[in-house]
């Protein structure tokens, strides 16, 4: 290999500095998503929330943080990324201070708001400055390795360490936790990162930030609002149709904007239109079965929460592997394989599942086994997917990008496991006072993983015949012949 590839694989003391900062707040905001799953009864119990009341916890954060994201991500654009990133770490900080300390319902739904308006504004420019401070090429992918492995680390942890500190202390710990490390990120930011904004800064698009943040507050609450009323109900329905209306007079406001938030011709690029359908189906599949197994886990083997959370655990380690190999996998595969490929092994171990049975220790194999490596397939094609939906931007759009991106990770989260619950209470049978037997859970979770890893299969298929990519190139001002290097996504359309 010749040397000025190799440099180029090689970061410098200040890169590996900045991307501590940058990785350790991404992690920080993926255990922040899981981290109170384990505690929410208990939560419910000290605060006085209702059983109809209690799903708000989640869903005020999963609203905020979805429906903000595209919006905050061009305004890091805008304003300069590590302006808007230390906004959002002392946002974090502050009302994670404020959720421990909550006394009523009201105060916890309004730090929970805060938390998911902070995870919009930090998640974008922390990945657009992960994005700015690597060339685009091999040691760009692999700092987007190391934050999917992070990312995926931080998602299965979180609800392992919310469990331990919930038995161990209080849920309140949950929400603390975060201060001192929200206080060491903001500090670490301040000295390390430097700012990148754009040189032509043109006024927000009002218009159409307007209806794409409204259209997307919609579409998450009609996708909670059916995990709450069900499919049938006419408020899910209506509310989705109010999202597919400001969704669409977005698209049409872009058209005719002169300083557009999302360009259209951005929106319609064939690496970023593909890479996101990646991401959309990876992310919202992978939780749609945490979600069944959870039920599996519990109710057919009778594990314990904290079983079930360490169960989890094999996921998180394969992840974990999955990210630290997946920039050597893509150097060969290219960003168009590597995607397809963690697609198609993700959708295999999960459709493997659905031969689980009553029968505690197989079952209990069958998920270590097949979550641990459909969690290194899983990071893969996230990882993929974050290359795939940032190459051929520019660095001036890089926070439109990321921002995409990272709006299609929440939305995935929020997707996957109402649409994924209804698949499989279709085959619960008779219920008893609401309630499924063993026996109907055990039907119910396996169909509904049959479909969930069908989906991911029909997903790679898909991307791998419609996502063109273009010859490989080398790095800017590196010339090689190495059949390694990372092949350029074309953006046209």
């Known amino acids: 290999m010749p040397k000025t590839h190799s440099a180029e694989l090689s970061m410098t003391g200040k890169q590996k500095t900045i991307l501590v900062v940058l990785l350790g707040a991404q992690f920080m905001?993926?255990?922040?998503?899981?981290?109170?799953?384990?505690?929410?009864?208990?939560?419910?119990?000290?605060?006085?929330?209702?059983?109809?009341?209690?799903?708000?916890?989640?869903?005020?954060?999963a609203l905020t943080a979805a429906g903000f994201m595209l919006l905050f991500g061009r305004i890091g654009d805008l304003i300069g990324r590590k302006n808007l990133f230390l906004v959002g770490m002392a946002l974090l900080t502050v009302s994670s201070l404020l959720g421990g300390l909550a006394t009523s319902p009201e105060l916890m739904i309004v730090a929970r708001v805060l938390q998911g308006l902070a995870t919009a504004i930090v998640t974008p420019s922390g990945m657009a400055l992960i994005t700015t401070s690597f060339p685009e090429g091999p040691l760009r992918t692999k700092a987007l390795g190391l934050n999917g492995a992070l990312l995926s680390l931080g998602f299965a942890g979180g609800a392992i360490l919310g469990g331990v500190l919930t038995d161990l202390l209080s849920w309140r710990w949950d929400f603390f936790i975060n201060v001192p490390v929200g206080v060491a990120l903001f500090i670490g930011g301040v000295l390390v990162i430097s700012n990148s904004i754009a040189e032509d800064r043109p006024k927000l698009d009002v218009p159409g930030s307007i209806t794409v943040t409204a259209g997307l507050l919609a579409f998450v609450y009609g996708i909670t609002s059916a995990e709450r009323e069900g499919w049938d109900s006419a408020q899910t329905w209506a509310t989705l149709l109010v999202a597919?209306?400001?969704?669409?007079?977005?698209?049409?406001?872009?058209?005719?904007?002169?300083?557009?938030?999302?360009?259209?011709?951005?929106?319609?690029?064939?690496?970023?239109?593909?890479?996101?359908?990646?991401?959309?189906?990876?992310?919202?599949?992978?939780?749609?079965?945490?979600?069944?197994l959870t039920l599996y886990l519990q109710q057919v083997l009778n594990l314990t929460p904290f079983q079930t959370g360490l169960m989890f655990g094999f996921?998180?380690?394969?992840?974990?592997?999955?990210?630290?190999?997946?920039?050597?996998?893509i150097a060969r595969t290219g960003a168009k394989g590597g995607l397809v490929l963690g697609l198609a092994v993700q959708g295999v171990m999960t459709g493997a599942l659905f031969w689980l049975s009553e029968d505690k220790s197989a079952g209990i194999a069958a998920v270590l086994f097949t979550t641990f490596v459909g969690g290194?397939?899983?990071?893969?094609?996230?990882?993929?997917?974050?290359?795939?939906?940032?190459?051929?931007?520019?660095?001036?759009?890089?926070?439109?990008?990321?921002?995409?991106?990272?709006?299609?990770?929440?939305?995935?989260f929020t997707l996957g496991i109402p649409v994924m619950s209804a698949v499989a209470a279709s085959q619960y049978g008779d219920l008893d006072d609401g309630v499924a037997s063993a026996a109907g859970v055990l039907d119910g979770t396996t169909f509904g993983i049959?479909?969930?890893?069908?989906?991911?299969?029909?997903?790679?298929?898909?991307?791998?015949?419609?996502?063109?990519?273009?010859?490989?190139?080398?790095?800017a001002g590196v010339t090689t012949t190495d059949d390694s290097a990372e092949p350029n996504l074309t953006a046209v359309p």
């Open 29 to 61: 905001f993926a255990v922040d998503f899981s981290i109170l799953t384990v505690a929410l009864p208990e939560i419910g119990s000290d605060l006085g929330f209702g059983l109809d009341s209690l799903q708000w916890v989640s869903t005020a954060f």
């Open 244 to 292: 597919a209306v400001l969704l669409a007079s977005f698209y049409l406001i872009e058209l005719k904007a002169a300083a557009p938030l999302a360009p259209v011709r951005v929106l319609k690029a064939n690496s970023v239109k593909w890479g996101n359908l990646g991401g959309l189906i990876t992310f919202s599949m992978e939780s749609a079965l945490s979600f069944l």
């Open 315 to 329: 996921l998180g380690l394969g992840a974990f592997i999955g990210g630290t190999f997946a920039s050597k996998i």
């Open 376 to 412: 290194f397939g899983h990071v893969l094609a996230i990882v993929s997917y974050t290359v795939v939906s940032t190459s051929g931007i520019e660095d001036r759009e890089q926070g439109l990008a990321t921002g995409l991106a990272a709006m299609t990770q929440q939305v995935g």
């Open 450 to 475: 049959l479909v969930d890893g069908l989906v991911v299969l029909a997903g790679a298929l898909v991307i791998s015949l419609l996502l063109r990519r273009a010859k490989p190139a080398a790095p």
